[in-house]
């Protein structure tokens, strides 16, 4: 079936056309067109990648392979885990390179056991999420969210991100006070280069606050997860002027929690987990 172009008389904001890519003398079929490749492109992009590996002894990248997307607008969350050595590591993991067919993790010692693993996740399209560029010398990043939310106490789960430099700084990004369209994000170390980026979504499973002198954090889930495994990434919050900036490692899994370590003792009362659990992908 062909259709007319349109006029004034079918369509209520002819003049709006142009915004959403749309030339003021199309035709229906070119509209319904566009909007079959949007609905494409969001059923592509629907799914999450929810997935764990293993990583060897003397290590300091992983290249992880996942089906092609469509495009580079997914993001990549991940936290190291070790839940066998007595004394780990605890380092923080940093996206150093992307394409749709996959991505690296990189981090900045070699690991000292064959115990230790990636936990990752590149959550639903549907969740806010958001790659922010970072100018040279900064240590905080202001990011306004892609959808305002209706309040300010929503979990955040971010990671510095940096695809270009030979040689990239691996910090621990702590997550401030938050606006209802604002989401502040702060480090230890004024970036060295303009390459990076702030990589946040909003979502959590869960926040809860974390006592004085911790160092591990066991956190409930809201579902038992059984026999199912899980993925789980995390972030500290903390709004304090002079927080600490500790690299979270997963120090135990069960189906229904999940704990976390620092190496040393948190220094205040205000520091709050915000986390992210979703069933490993099959």
């Not at 969001?42 to 092609?68: E, R």
């Not at 580079?72 to 050595?85: A, K, P």
């Not at 690991?111 to 969740?127: A, M, Q, R």
Request: charged fraction near 10%; proline fraction near 6%; charge should be negative.
């Amino acid at each position: 079936m062909s259709y007319k172009f349109l006029d004034d008389r079918q369509i209520l904001n002819h003049a709006a056309l142009p915004n959403i890519g749309a030339p003021a003398n199309d035709s229906l079929d070119d509209i319904f067109s566009r909007i079959d490749l949007i609905l494409a492109g969001l059923a592509g992009g629907s799914s999450y990648i929810a997935k764990k590996t293993n990583l060897t002894s003397g290590s300091t990248s992983q290249v992880i392979t996942i089906p092609a997307q469509p495009d580079l607008s997914f993001i990549v969350l991940g936290m190291m885990g070790n839940t066998t050595d007595a004394f780990p590591q605890y380092q923080e993991l940093e996206v150093t390179n992307k394409s749709t067919s996959g991505f690296t993790f990189s981090w900045n010692h070699p690991l000292d056991s064959n115990n230790y693993f990636i936990s990752y996740v590149v959550p639903f399209k549907t969740i806010p999420q958001v790659e922010a560029a970072i100018g040279n010398g900064q240590n905080t990043l202001a990011s306004t969210l892609p959808i305002a939310q209706s309040g300010s106490n929503y979990g955040v789960i971010a990671r510095l991100q940096d695809t270009v430099d030979a040689n990239p700084q691996y910090q621990t990004v702590v997550v401030g006070t938050n606006t209802t369209s604002i989401v502040n994000l702060e480090w230890n170390v004024a970036t060295d280069t303009s390459n990076y980026q702030g990589v946040y979504m909003i979502a959590s499973t869960g926040k809860m606050a974390v006592p004085i002198s911790s160092t591990s954090i066991t956190v409930p889930l809201p579902v038992s997860f059984g026999a199912h495994d899980y993925m789980i990434v995390a972030s500290m919050q903390n709004a304090d002027a002079h927080p600490q900036f500790q690299s979270l490692l997963i120090t135990a899994q069960s189906s229904g929690s999940a704990t976390f370590g620092v190496n040393v003792p948190v220094d205040t009362s205000d520091y709050v987990i915000n986390f992210y659990a979703v069933s490993l992908t099959p």
